[in-house]
Structures are given as C-alpha cells and as structure tokens.
C-alpha cells in the first residue's frame, strides 16, 4: 500500500484542502493522511474565518505519521504563517521528506489571503528550495519570481528564477491567461532538468474551478509515491485533472468544485 501525506488546510466545503487531498489520493490507490495546518470557514464564495493550527502541532502530526505508517510522497498547501512554515520546513528536514510536492498555496479562489504577505519571504527561503516539484499558478509564479507574466515567454522565465530558488522540477499554470497563438487553449510550462515542456489541455468555460490547484498538485504526489518518474507523474496528474474541470459540479452560490470521480482511470 503506497502511501501519501498531505500538509494543508481544513476546507469546510469540501471541495479544496485536505478534503480535495484525500479524494484525490484515493482515486489514484494510495493512503492518504493528514497534517491540518489551518481549520477554514468556507464554501463556494467566501472564506469567512481561518483558525491557523500551531506550528508545533503541525510538526507533530507529521512527526506521528511518519514514525509510524511512514511517507512515501508528500505535499503542501496552505501554510498561512510563519510559525507554520518554519515547523514544516523543519519535518521535511528531519523526517527526509525527499518526494515533495510544493503548492504554494497564497490566494483562495473568492480572493482570501491563504498565505500572509509578511510569510511570503519565509516561504520562499524555507520551503522552496525542499521542494522536488512545485506548482504555482501565474499569480503565485509572479509573486514568488518577483516578475510579470503575460506570455509564454514570461512563464518559462519565471519557471527559471523559481527553480533557481532550489526547486527541481516547476510547473507555471497557465490557467489564468489565454496566449495569443493558442486562444482555444491552457498552456502549462513544466521545467525539469535544464528542459521544457507545454502540457496543452483545450480551456473549459466553467466557474467551476474551486480545488483545481490542490487537486493536481494531491495527483502528482499520489503518482510520485507510485514510484512514478516527476514527468509520468505531472502528465497523469494534468490528464486528471482536465476530466475534473470538465465534469465539474455545479454545487453552491459561488465557484462550485471540481469533480473527483476517476473519469479517466
């Protein structure tokens, strides 16, 4: 039984968070577990309290995890604050958490700060550089490469100074620009040993889209804690999560979830 760990956010909606994380997981036949790292009041449009979990018990819930089910892959998502970030980065350390995926989580999709501003600094110099894979999308990309994105160009050159930050494989999302050769289309940039690659999916016009960032970055750990090559891993994952988009659920007064059934599986 392969076996995958999850550091993130409670979504009280269930459509993002640890909730997103351990559907996912399953769906891809790995165990999931848990570290809470913040407890959300959510749903589909507004975020209305955030109860940040402390870092110390963050540290031990993946402290009890790994010393006795044990980790074969694990990812991030929210870390919200300094003391958070400080605690996970020392678990990765001292538990080797070598298969790490990174989704630098900063902005939920009604607009809450996930990550505060004065963490950013933290997050960058603590958590990037242990990630093997990180995630961002083009506004995260921005912010972490200190850049502006508005071609494809842009997202190669941010993929670079973030991976230069220590991560060894960056994916840029392109979902939230439309490039002028490809309108019809959702360009990702995967940059992975000195190389790039275009994961190319057709654009769904959904608002649908709530949990899309945590559900590929749960399909890529779920995958890497297979014993999957980073490549196979983000290619199965991208493929997941357009049938996730497509089939997604039209649930709430805001931007409803994406479906996790295993369409394509």
Known sequence: MFRALTIAGSDSSGGAGIQADLKVFQVFGVFGMTAVTSITAQNTFEVSEIYDVPGMVVYLQIKAVVEDIGVDAAKTGMLSQ???IENV?????DFRLEKLVVDPVMVAKSGAELLRSSAIE???????????????????????A????????????????IYALGAKCVIVKGGHIKL???PGSVTDIV???GEFYELVYPFVETK??????????AAITANLAKGKDILTS????????????????????????????????
């Open 82 to 84: 300094e003391d958070i």
């Open 89 to 93: 980065a020392r678990a990765i350390k």
């Open 122 to 144: 933290s997050f960058i110099k603590e958590v990037i550089p242990k990630a093997l894979v990180i995630t961002p999308n083009i506004r995260e990309a921005e912010k972490i």
């Open 146 to 161: 200190n850049v502006q994105i508005r071609s494809k160009k842009d997202m190669k050159d941010a993929a670079k100074a």
């Open 180 to 182: 002028d050769d490809r």
């Open 191 to 193: 940059y992975l040993n």
């Open 208 to 217: 649908n889209t709530h949990g899309t960032g945590c559900t590929f970055s």
């Open 234 to 265: 983000v290619r199965l994952a991208r493929a997941y999560l357009q049938s996730t988009i497509e089939n997604s659920l039209n649930i709430g007064r805001g931007a409803g979830p994406v479906s996790h059934e295993p369409f394509i599986l």
